[in-house]
């Protein structure tokens, strides 16, 4: 959990960055604009949620699968992340 309190003010701008263009999205399609603006803004916010996932996945690896955790401590975490990301990509 280290890992998200030591970036916690980035992350949270990740996430308002995020909620505004998912706000845009709202707009877009409730001023009828054209598809494909909508479609950019749509891929443009999957972009960010993939890119915060990363970040948050990558410290996440970092701190609970390292060598300072003990075997059992990883097999639990690998089971935990498999699930994870089966959801995730689904």
Do not use: P, W
Request: charged share 35%.
């Amino acid at each position: 959990m280290a890992h998200t309190i030591a970036n916690k003010e980035k992350l949270l701008l990740r996430i308002k960055k995020i909620k505004g263009q998912l706000s845009s999205i709202e707009k877009a399609l409730e001023d009828e604009k054209d598809c494909f603006k909508i479609l950019q803004q749509i891929s443009a916010s999957r972009g960010a949620i993939h890119s915060l996932m990363s970040e948050v996945l990558d410290g996440h690896i970092k701190e609970h699968l390292g060598s300072h955790v003990s075997d059992k401590e990883r097999d639990k975490e690998i089971e935990n992340l498999t699930s994870l990301l089966k959801t995730y990509l689904r």
